[in-house]
T-cell receptor, first 111, second 115 residues
Framework: NAGVTQTPKFQVLKTGQSMTLQCAQD?????MSWYRQDPGMGLRLIHY???????DQGEVPNGYNVSRSTTEDFPLRLLSAAPSQTSVYFC??????????FGQGTRLTVV | AQSVTQLGSHVSVSEGALVLLRCNYS??????LFWYVQYPNQGLQLLLK??????LVKGINGFEAEFKKSETSFHLTKPSAHMSDAAEYFC?????????????FGRGTSLIVHP
């Protein structure tokens, strides 16, 4: 059972480039979310989804876009990368009343 | 809106000493509460969770936490610290606000264990 699969693990982008972080879960969870982790800031919610076709903004949504066309997949798009988006990104999924299950993270550097 | 406050960004203990990491939350409905641990350069691993029932929750690696509704707290404890417990610890809360079980995290507490 793979759980939450997140790719890539590492990425370096130039300012202004775009990219998509992939996230897939095989637990049939309704709830999926993206967080960024920065030193001293904990995990801050970027976007989340409560089911296929439904997404909403979290605490820090600017510069990011998401879609949820299937239950399994929840990609995060960086539209035009900026140095302030250098961070570690985590995808998570959860069922009703369960804990969140996390991917292994993506370490993104924008130069 | 739900929120989590972790008191102390760093906690330092000696090996064998009691570990106490503090977490207070706010939630307008009965919450689900979690503690996660993150070792360097790794993802987040669930230590323990409270959903319903017994307020004293036991987790992995000898950790436990007690849900105190009157104090809106969910502090994490371990009787005797090991060197291997050195890590970042995150408290999180989720509830059915708006039909969502998306957790909100605290800023984390770094546990330092001295020999």
């Amino acid at each position: 059972n793979a759980g939450v699969t997140q790719t890539p693990k590492f990425q370096v982008l130039k300012t202004g480039q775009s990219m998509t972080l992939q996230c897939a879960q095989d637990m049939n969870h309704e709830y999926m979310s993206w967080y960024r982790q920065d030193p001293g800031m904990g995990l801050r919610l970027i976007h989340y989804s409560v089911g296929a076709g439904i997404t909403d903004q979290g605490e820090v949504p600017n510069g990011y876009n998401v879609s949820r066309s299937t239950t399994e997949d929840f990609p995060l798009r960086l539209l035009s990368a900026a140095p302030s988006q250098t961070s570690v990104y985590f995808c998570a999924s959860a069922g009703v009343g369960t804990e969140a299950f996390f991917g292994q993270g993506t370490r993104l550097t924008v130069v | 809106a739900q929120s989590v406050t972790q008191l102390g960004s760093h906690v330092s203990v000696s090996e064998g000493a009691l570990v106490l990491l503090r977490c207070n939350y706010s939630s307008s409905v009965p919450p689900y509460l979690f503690w996660y641990v993150q070792y360097p350069n790794q993802g987040l691993q669930l230590l323990l969770k409270y959903t319903t029932g017994a307020t004293l929750v036991k987790g992995i690696n000898g950790f436990e936490a007690e849900f105190k509704k009157s104090e809106t707290s969910f502090h994490l404890t371990k009787p005797s610290a090991h060197m291997s417990d050195a890590a970042e610890y995150f408290c999180a809360v989720s509830d059915q606000r708006g039909g969502s079980y998306i957790p909100t995290f605290g800023r984390g507490t770094s546990l330092i264990v001295h020999p």
